[in-house]
């Protein structure tokens, strides 16, 4: 897997043009100058944690005795339920955070951006090539880039773009995360049954 397919792919997970609405309501009633100090905190939290388990996510897992077929496995569901809630909304608020409060590290930094999804799929990269160590953080630091750069100018993208079009490419993200999840559970299954 190349830098810019496993950045493309991490990206999707992240799903910064998705997540936009839910961070414009969370962040709403603080104030302005506020607002972009906690999105840069969330920001650089979210990257310590990915950073976190793409070098250390397999020892976890080894203490923890969990087999890799499980986490891609569990990566792939969680992923798969992520993707039909982008697909399919709810109705109601998908963070639980009451009217009024800053979020810390919950729900923004994990799991909006450090989600289950890209904390597996960071632990199956560092497992699964791990002669690559150098290519899977540049891809990390790639699609969180982008992610940043987006989330940090929400209230503009969601302005330039639209409510309409960014549901559209929510839908759309959920759509190809649907593909990525099934490849997860198929490539988990597989490991599984040829061990």
């Known amino acids: 897997m190349s830098v810019i397919t496993a950045a493309v792919m991490l990206f999707l997970i992240m799903d910064p043009v998705g997540n936009l609405p839910v961070f414009l ?12 100090k906690v999105m840069i905190r969330e920001l650089l939290i979210s990257l310590a944690v990915m950073l976190l388990f793409l070098f250390t996510g397999q020892e976890l897992l080894n203490l923890l005795n969990l087999k890799q077929e499980a986490v891609s496995i569990a990566g792939g569901i969680v992923l798969f339920l ?3 809630r982008m697909i399919f909304p709810g109705q109601g608020g998908v963070t639980g955070l009451p009217e009024g409060e800053e979020p810390l590290i919950v729900p923004m930094a994990i799991p909006m951006i450090a989600g289950p999804s890209i904390l597996a799929a960071l632990v199956l990269l560092s497992h699964q090539y791990p002669d690559q160590m150098t290519d899977w953080v540049l891809a990390l630091l790639l699609s969180w880039g982008a992610s940043a750069v987006i989330l940090m100018f929400y209230e503009q993208v969601h302005k330039l773009l639209g409510e309409r079009v960014l549901t559209a490419m929510e839908r759309l993200m959920g759509m190809l995360l ?11 299954a597989v490991q599984y049954l040829h061990r």
Request: proline letters at 4%.
């Open 82 to 84: 992520i993707a039909l």
């Open 178 to 188: 649907v593909m990525i999840s099934v490849q997860m559970l198929l490539d988990g």
């Open 25 to 36: 309501s969370i962040l709403r009633h603080l104030p302005a100058e506020r607002r972009r």
